[in-house]
């Protein structure tokens, strides 16, 4: 076999893999859990910590709707976020697989 061809296989065999690879990472994203937040009631400026999973490469986290002033993704299974003027509801969680929620967060003005 020729240096030539063997290299435009291992070239094609590589770019097949590559495209596989990135198949599996996008088939296997999921949305966001949360399964339980703390404090559960707190006024704006406090740090409120989610905990749940999926939440690598969250894009917004919102409190009743409303959009946190700034969060950190800390891990795949915890974040913590600051809450803005917000109002009471669910809490949510959102990546590029979809959108996880959790009632039950109160607002205290």
């Known amino acids: 076999m020729s ?3 063997l290299a435009v296989r291992l070239k094609s065999t590589s770019l097949i893999l590559l495209s596989l ?3 599996c990472q996008l088939a296997l994203a999921q949305a966001p859990v949360i399964s339980s937040f703390s404090p559960t009631q707190a006024a704006a400026g406090a740090t409120i910590t989610i905990n749940g999973s999926n939440f ?3 894009t ?3 409190f009743g709707g ?3 002033t ?5 891990s795949a299974t915890r974040i913590t976020a600051v ?3 917000g109002s009471t509801g669910s809490v949510a969680v959102t990546n590029a697989s979809g959108t996880g929620t959790r009632a039950g967060f109160y ?3």
């Open 70 to 74: 700034s969060f950190v993704v800390v």
């Open 21 to 23: 690879f990135l198949f």
């Open 3 to 5: 240096r030539q061809l």
């Open 83 to 85: 809450l803005a003027y």
């Open 107 to 109: 607002y205290q003005s």
């Open 56 to 58: 690598t490469g969250s």
């Open 66 to 68: 409303t959009a946190a």
């Open 60 to 62: 917004a986290v919102t």
